[in-house]
């Protein structure tokens, strides 16, 4: 599996951004998809997931600013909606990608893409 996020950028504090993923390779029409992320000397941090069903759950630190999505044509691609950004918000943007069953489990490792830089900055 393959991911690869795009959308990152520059971006004044209360501003807004949108991050695309697409995935590609054995990817499985039941699945997770979301976003993490890292800022310089702190761990990486789930962001948002969504499920293919269209399920959604969000950090608390971003309920209400931030909204993940997915394309429901394709089940591979996977968008985050920033908005009312912070400086605190910076980091580098990590798209994942896990497979999923109808019983909620999760038979086989979670694979994330090399990731989209998030500044903001005044």
């Known amino acids: 599996v393959q991911l690869q996020a795009s959308g990152g950028g520059l971006v004044q504090p209360g501003g807004s951004l949108r991050l695309s993923c697409v995935g590609s390779?054995?990817?499985?029409?039941?699945?997770?998809m979301g976003w993490y992320r890292q800022a310089p000397g702190k761990q990486r941090e789930l962001v948002a997931t969504i499920h293919s069903g269209g399920a959604t759950d969000y950090a608390d630190f971003v309920k209400g600013r931030f909204t993940i999505s997915r394309d429901d044509n394709t089940k591979n691609m996977v968008y985050l909606e920033m908005s009312s950004l912070k400086p605190e918000d910076a980091a580098v943007y990590y798209c994942?990608?896990?497979?999923?069953?109808?019983?909620?489990?999760?038979?086989?490792?979670?694979?994330w893409g090399p990731g989209t830089q998030v500044t903001v900055s005044s």
């Open positions: 994942s990608y896990r497979r999923t069953t109808l019983t909620g489990l999760f038979p086989g490792p979670e694979y």
């Open positions: 390779g054995s990817i499985y029409s039941l699945n997770v």
